[in-house]
């Protein structure tokens, strides 16, 4: 053996023990650094390479060179051992304790919108219905010329309606880009894009100037529409009874269906509830003591206007069907007693506290509200 090979068996027992010695990631990173470092004794026995002969190099060369791989392979395996060993030292002592009790920390609670909301999906999921979005941008053709408004109309007004900023080089009117005062729009982008038969909700913001204890200048909507070659009058009343004897979870609840106009359904009707206000109060289905009921509004509904399928590229001469609309907010206040509209949006954490629902009871398809 000449000297250099014996240099280099000794440097690799010498390697050896030193990586095999480090029993922790540090010490193993100080041997790294002894064997294979740019000051290390691999690397500096690797300089001396330039005085060999060519053939001393060659041999030199490659027995350093399996030196180096062979003592990166021994660092690579201890490092996983002492890994695995520190990984296995804290699964045995940093255990969980799954028993104990929860720190008296406040608990959130889910909003009454989200809540009501989650009801009337269940219940007009379980009805065959299903949910279709729009956006709270819309334009005025979307809010209001394709569902029949008149030129004109109230409800266009600067003083209802929010509109965007103009766009000057915007020539179109009923381009005109507004925040959609009611989700009736989303039945137009419906039906444009879905053929009959359909039988969709649709629910989100809606916005309009308006500020008192009964409105907010943004509230929520919920929106159905069911359109086939059959559906009449009757489907509407029954669906409409189903929804809110469902949704007061009231048996017999006296409804009434009283003719109103909104200009994209014909007939038009708004939908009352029986309720009692004697003694101040007011209870949901209950008569009064003569055997008769007060009426409380509840939400808007009717025959979709010939017009408004036609702005939908539908035929009126063959479909029909029906339309409903209610404020979220109104019914959410009737069932769980709320009493001012603003405070659903004070963000006031005591007032979610006593309003709001436990986050796990939420209702769903198979338990719904
Ligand atoms: N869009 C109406 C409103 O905001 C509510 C409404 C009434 C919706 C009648 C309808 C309907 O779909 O048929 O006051």
Known sequence: MTDMSENIAELKTELTSIVEAANDLSSLEQAKITALGKKGKITGLMKTLGSMSAEERKMTGQALNELKNEIGAL???QESALKR??????LATETIDVTLSTRPERQGHIHPISQTLEELITIFADMGFSVAEGSDIEDDWHNFTALNFPPGHPAREMQDTFFLPEDPDEKDEYAKKLLRTH?????????????????MICFGRTYRS????THTPMFHQLEGLVIDEKTH????????????????????LPMQFRP??????EPGAEVDIGCSREGGGLKIGAAKENGKSDWLEILGCG?????????CGIDPDVYQGFAFGMGVERIAMLKYG??????FFDSDTRWLDHYGFDPLGRPNRAFGG
Do not use: W
């Open 75 to 77: 660092i690579g395996k």
């Open 85 to 90: 060993q520190v990984m296995d030292e804290k």
């Open 183 to 199: 989700t009736s729009s989303v039945q137009i982008r419906h039906m444009k894009e879905n053929k009959p038969p359909i039988r």
């Open 210 to 213: 308006d500020y008192d204890m």
């Open 233 to 252: 009058m009757g489907h509407l009343k029954g669906c409409l009874r189903d929804f809110c004897e469902a949704y007061f979870e009231i048996d017999n």
């Open 260 to 265: 109103s106009f909104f200009p994209f359904v």
């Open 303 to 311: 025959m979709v206007h010939p017009n408004v399928l036609k702005s």
């Open 338 to 343: 709320i009493p001012d509209l603003r405070t």
